[in-house]
């Protein structure tokens, strides 16, 4: 009788078999109900055989095999493969992670599907510049798998190259996966596509999405109706059956990687994908990731650069670094920013003030005796949000009300130290009483209509100066934006964490780059008291590249990665001395001696030691050579799931782990 060889939501790397009188290899990649336990679980087939590795008389009999979707094609279990045993994630989870949460409900629904080709686009199109030229002839979506980094100035019309290369791939009968950043993915991005491809078909998924449109609009890419996919990370696994082009926007942004359930970068599985399909791939950003940036010096990627800015108006801001030393502040703001602000509001222009530190101060403090306000379930500051009177860990989200006196010694005069994005807003609404003053950052906007909502009021022109958080760095065109004021910028100079200069100098690019974006010049002010300092050089001369070259050197000599691969075995018990006994016996195990190509460091707690009343510790691995690492990983994650651990520890393995 054939078996069928099932894949389940279950973090254990096998698949399960059942009996099933009646199927053939036409039903692998159709979802199936399977007795499981005392219950019921859907699943998908990944196979039909003959006989199995258990006593076939001890196999249950499968339930019903659905028909309301075409089978999962044959690259889809590919991606799902690859993704398993690069990030060391178990298959099933993998491929039911893929899936609509409506698709993975045992109830189907039925429904049918079409397939529409050669596409033509619609509305006005530009005359490209010559850069942007050079781009899309350098792409031909015809000619197999090539992978290419446009690196292109804030500004400089990436958003117009790929919708030239879209426009290739469609009249070809292709469909397009179009990846873009969390807080990118508005309405008026997917509106935009859609005047210029009105007959492609365009959807949209991310997580937002209520749950009966996801799985519509995952339907339609599957089937083949929707020609264009605009999505957030989670879209890189949609089965699409004529995928011809990915593109991934500002490839450095950090909503690519998931940081939690199977740890993976959706950008470099897109890379893997695009390879498996053979078709081109192509990455944009004005400040790639390191990673990236070494891939395309070394000649692995093709790189294509779009030095100016696509509207000869517009030109690149003028970027000047204050020297605080020798400046008074008030709140942290230096003369010279508060004079230029000035004049922005007399010229009835837009200024940007960025600090990246939400809430009204991030801690509060009792001087008489020490106390400060720390989270009781976390290794850090509770948050002071002084317009909801609360305290607030940003980490696990706990909170209390504000004290009316020191919790320790009953001192009535405590006081907040530092300042967030709320005290600036209103220390900035009192300097300008006459400004509409508004605020950007998680509090301000907790929602993506709470963000469409805000992009609406600025480019209303509803605001006169804007302070807000990263969030207000990424792709938006502010055309009375003006001026940018960053401070807070030197936390991040000397950080422990060796990415911090690189996430700084992206930060301040991005930010710096809503300035000035059409007729009217733009200027940018970053306060420091470590002028004299590389990055900042590289900042003013707007120089990436030779940012880039700085840092990878730096990377190149520490032995970081770029020039080393790293997976990361993390543990998390109620106590930290189990965490740490469970990472040393991990660093001790018989099957590390036979990989001597790997280097496995001692157990640490993490930097974020605790979190939520749970502690954390960490064990690095790491190879200058990738597949000695990726050989090692399956047998090493083999042996720890042997080990016997504390019932409350958890643990994970991350790949190419971004934070420590
Ligand atoms: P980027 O994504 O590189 O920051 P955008 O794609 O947002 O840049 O383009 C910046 C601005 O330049 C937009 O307003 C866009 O409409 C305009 N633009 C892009 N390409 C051209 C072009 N070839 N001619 C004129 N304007 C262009
Ligand atoms: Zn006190
Ligand atoms: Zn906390």
Redesign the pocket.
């Known amino acids: 009788m054939p078996v069928l060889r099932v894949a389940l939501d279950l973090p254990l790397h096998r698949l399960f078999d059942y009996l099933a009188e009646t199927a053939s290899v036409a039903d692998v990649g159709l979802r199936v109900r399977v007795p499981f336990g005392r219950g019921e679980k859907l699943g998908v087939i990944v196979d039909v055989v003959d006989g199995s590795d258990w006593p076939v008389d001890q196999l249950k009999p499968a339930g019903e095999i659905l028909r309301d979707l075409p089978p999962l094609p044959r690259d889809f279990f590919g991606l799902c493969e690859f993704a398993s045993t690069y990030y060391q994630a178990a298959f099933g989870e993998v491929v039911m992670q893929a899936l609509p949460v409506g698709l993975k409900r045992i109830d189907p629904p039925t429904r049918r599907n079409g397939r529409p080709a050669g596409i033509s686009a619609a509305g006005r199109r ?4 010559a850069e ?1 030229t050079v781009a899309v002839e350098a792409i031909d979506p015809a000619a197999g798998f090539s992978a290419y980094l446009l690196h ?9 190259v790929y919708l030239r290369l879209v426009e290739q791939a469609l009249a070809l009968g292709r469909q397009v996966l179009l990846l873009v950043p969390e807080i990118n993915l508005t309405p008026q991005l997917e509106e935009r596509v859609r005047a210029r491809f009105p007959e492609a078909g365009v959807v949209s998924l991310h997580s937002e999405l209520a749950e009966a449109a996801r799985e519509r609009n995952w339907r339609a890419a599957f089937g083949g109706e929707a020609s264009i996919v605009l999505g957030t990370r989670l879209s890189i696994f949609t089965p699409l059956p004529r995928l011809g082009l990915i593109v991934v926007d500002e490839e450095h942004d950090a909503s690519f990687k998931q940081q939690d359930g199977m740890r993976y970068s959706a950008r470099d599985i897109g890379v893997f994908r695009a390879r498996q399909l053979g078709i081109p791939i192509l990455l ?1 950003s ?1 400040t790639p990731s390191l990673e990236t940036w070494a891939n395309a010096q070394g000649g692995r990627y093709g790189l294509l650069t ?1 030095r100016e ?3 000869p108006e ?1 030109r690149l801001p003028a970027v000047h670094v204050l020297d605080t030393r020798r400046m008074v502040l008030k709140e942290g703001v230096s003369e010279p920013l508060i004079a230029a602000i000035k004049e922005r509001l007399a010229r009835g222009e837009q200024s940007l003030v960025f600090l990246n530190r939400r809430g009204y101060a991030p801690v509060l403090a009792c001087p008489a005796c020490g106390w400060v306000s720390r989270c009781t379930r976390c290794a850090a500051n509770m948050v002071l949000h002084l317009a909801d009177r609360r305290l607030r860990c940003h980490h696990c989200g706990c909170e209390h009300r504000v004290p009316k006196a020191c919790p320790t010694c009953g001192n009535q005069d405590i006081h907040p130290f530092g300042r967030g994005t709320q005290r600036l807003e209103g220390w900035l609404q009192e300097q300008f009483p006459e400004a509409r003053v508004l605020r950007v950052d998680r509090d301000s906007v907790k929602s993506r209509k709470q963000w469409e909502v805000m992009l609406e009021r600025i480019h209303g022109g509803e605001a006169d100066i804007l302070v807000g958080t990263q969030m207000l760095a990424k ?1 938006h ?1 502010f055309p009375k934006l003006t001026l940018v004021g960053a401070l807070g910028a030197d936390a991040a100079l000397f950080a422990a964490d060796w990415r911090a200069p690189e996430r700084l100098f992206a930060q301040l690019m991005q930010v710096a ?1 809503r300035a000035g ?1 059409a007729e009217l010049k733009g200027e940018v002010l970053v306060q420091t008291q470590y002028p004299d300092h590389p990055l900042f050089a590289a900042l003013v001369a707007h120089d990436y590249p030779g940012f880039a070259a700085a840092q990878l050197k730096e990377r190149e000599q520490a032995g970081f990665p770029p020039y080393a691969f790293q997976a990361m075995l993390r543990a998390e018990a109620p106590v930290m001395a189990d965490a740490i006994a469970f990472l040393k016996t991990a660093a001790e195990l018989p099957v590390i001696a036979e990989h001597d190509k790997v280097f496995i460091y001692d157990p640490v707690p993490m930097k974020m030691a605790r979190l939520a009343n749970l502690e954390r510790g960490q064990l690095l691995a790491e190879s200058h050579s990738r597949p000695a690492l990726q050989a090692f990983l399956p047998r090493w994650r083999e042996a720890i799931e042997g080990l016997k651990a504390p019932s409350k520890l958890r643990w994970h393995i991350e790949v190419d782990p971004l934070e420590f």
């Open positions: 530009p005359a490209l510049t942007q292109g100035v804030t500004g400089s019309g990436k958003t117009e944009g004005a779009l800015r696509a509207n517009a792709g065109d780059g974006r």
